[in-house]
């Protein structure tokens, strides 16, 4: 038999379309162990004398997603029991349910959750692939939802006082050194940082051609689970998932160069972008730029904003970009007819981003 | 002057990305009140215009150069001020308002690079 158990709501623009990447599936397998070690303790809990736990406390029962709902999007995520009734122990994973989610709303609160700190631990990868801006909500009441955020996530894995903190992380960098010994790389960072990683057979090809590109400066994407101190240094990767050759005009990491700029970079008269804002300007473009256009060259402005500048044909573009404002003076101007158009784009709008794409692709399409 | 004379404009390196410069390299700061410095070319080579520019702790991807007519052109006269040194000119931006120097900035840039760099650095 089966009966309802969660229904956490997944907010953030990932899952408006009211469906669930199959990445976050990781999460819930993670929070499922979760649960049944909770609900292990919370049996102790109940039966002091017990000196163990029965050896099949969990037999016969499973959290499984029997569907997703509206409302940004909602996993149903049911207990799936052998038998045709619930068994004994079914009560000490709903008792581990409002533990763990307890456990959520005293650290999004600011106080040291209850739970112990080996089972703490558990939070380090569920919700690990949560990103900036998205969460996780759990209807505690009528009115009331405990929001589970990575900010959240960071307090819980915190108290759990574990040695080695996990986080999944996209790390743009040159691959240096392969050991064969040890079947391992190591990606140099733009920091002057060296991160090693696990060499897998599937990323044998790409990291070997990273390699051979590291002195025209060939940069890649390494995508993977790093691990990180308590202080959050990294330490290197514990998994790699994709390794990709990035663009020599990489929005992101011509952002980040350029945000190592110092006031007075312009000959003494040049304000440095904030890297901060910056960062959220390469944030924006990951997000709304369409990726079938060509990347723009980027150039520090004297004000310190950015301008990203685009050549199609006879048409030169610039976008005069104000990062206090997340305004961009759009001029587009063909040098053969003079023709000129000039707008403001609001970078903070999807739909300003749709105008400054549909402009693109019009100018794009006429020259090919 | 001729209307051959060349314009020499010293780029600043974060100006240059994949050896595309940027038309900023041929737009006056808000600091430089509508005047883009630029150097005589009838008078110094331009490999003596960048020699002098990174002494003087600026500065320089390389040299490039727009003729005095295509300044003449956009209605950007250009100023023989001599200061801070003899050969130092000026391309008066003051009259145009910000898009229009955006613009006249991305036709300069357009001449001069397609004129290819008059001197380049090695770093």
Redesign the interface.
């Known amino acids: 038999m089966r009966q309802a158990f969660i229904n956490p709501r997944l907010v953030g623009r990932r899952f408006e379309e009211h469906t669930v990447p199959l990445e976050i599936l990781k999460d819930f397998s993670a929070l499922e162990e979760m649960v049944v070690e909770v609900a292990k303790w919370k049996f102790r809990q109940a039966h002091p004398d017990s000196k163990r736990v029965q050896r099949n406390f969990s037999q016969g029962l499973e959290l499984h997603l029997a569907q997703v709902d509206d409302g940004s999007a909602i996993p149903a995520i049911v207990l799936m029991t052998a038998g045709l009734v619930p068994t004994a122990n079914t009560q000490y994973f709903e008792l581990a349910r409002e533990a763990i989610i307890t456990a959520i709303e005293q650290a999004e609160c600011g106080d040291a959750p209850t739970l112990p700190k080996h089972l703490l631990s558990y939070f380090d990868r569920f919700g690990r692939s949560l990103r900036a801006g998205e969460s996780i909500e759990f209807q505690t009441g009528e009115q009331r939802a405990v929001t589970y955020t990575p900010g959240v996530r960071k307090r819980l894995v915190e108290f759990a006082e574990i040695e080695t903190l996990t986080e999944e992380l996209a790390l743009r960098g040159r691959v240096s050194t392969i050991n064969q010994n040890n079947r391992s790389f190591v990606l140099a960072l733009p920091d002057g940082r060296q991160i090693a990683a696990p060499l897998t057979d599937q990323h044998w090809a790409a990291v070997l051609e990273a390699v051979q590109a590291y002195r025209q400066g060939g940069y890649v994407l390494v995508q993977g689970v790093v691990e990180k101190d308590r202080q959050g240094h990294l330490r290197g990767f514990e998994s790699v998932e994709h390794i990709s050759p990035l663009d020599?005009?990489d929005v992101t990491l011509?952002l980040s160069a350029?945000s190592e700029?110092k006031a007075g970079?312009?000959?003494?008269?040049?304000h440095a972008p904030d890297p901060e804002r910056a960062q959220w300007l390469a944030q924006a473009f990951e997000e709304n730029f369409d990726a079938g256009l060509p990347l723009p060259?980027?150039?520090?402005?004297?004000?310190g904003g950015i301008?990203a500048?685009w050549?199609f044909g006879d048409w030169?573009v610039?976008l005069?970009i104000d990062l206090s404002t997340q305004l961009g003076?759009y001029?587009a101007?063909n040098?053969v007819t003079q023709i000129?158009h000039?707008e403001v784009i609001a970078l903070s709008e999807r739909s300003d981003w749709q105008r400054l794409n549909t402009a693109l692709q019009q100018m794009d399409g006429a020259q090919a | 002057m001729t209307p051959t004379t060349l314009l020499l404009r010293q780029v600043?390196p974060?100006?240059v990305?994949?050896g595309?410069v940027?038309?900023?390299a041929f737009r006056p700061?808000?600091?430089d009140q509508g005047h883009l410095s630029v150097d005589n070319g009838d008078l110094v080579q331009a490999q003596a215009s960048w020699q002098r520019h990174t002494a003087s702790?600026?500065?320089s991807a390389g040299v490039l150069a727009v003729a005095w007519a295509e300044c003449d052109q956009l209605g950007l006269p250009v100023l023989e001020d001599g200061h801070p040194y003899p050969e130092h000119c000026s391309l008066d931006f003051s009259a145009h308002n910000?898009?229009a120097r955006?613009?006249k900035a991305?036709?300069l840039r357009?001449k001069a690079q397609a004129r290819g760099w008059q001197w380049q650095s090695q770093q």
Do not use: C, I, M, V
């Open positions: 020599p005009l011509r350029l700029l970079w312009l000959d003494g008269k040049g060259h980027l150039y520090p402005t004297a004000e301008q500048e050549t030169e610039s005069e003076a001029q101007l040098l000129q000039d | 600043h974060s100006f990305q994949a595309r940027t038309s900023q700061t808000p600091k702790a600026g500065q910000h898009n955006e613009q991305k036709l357009n």
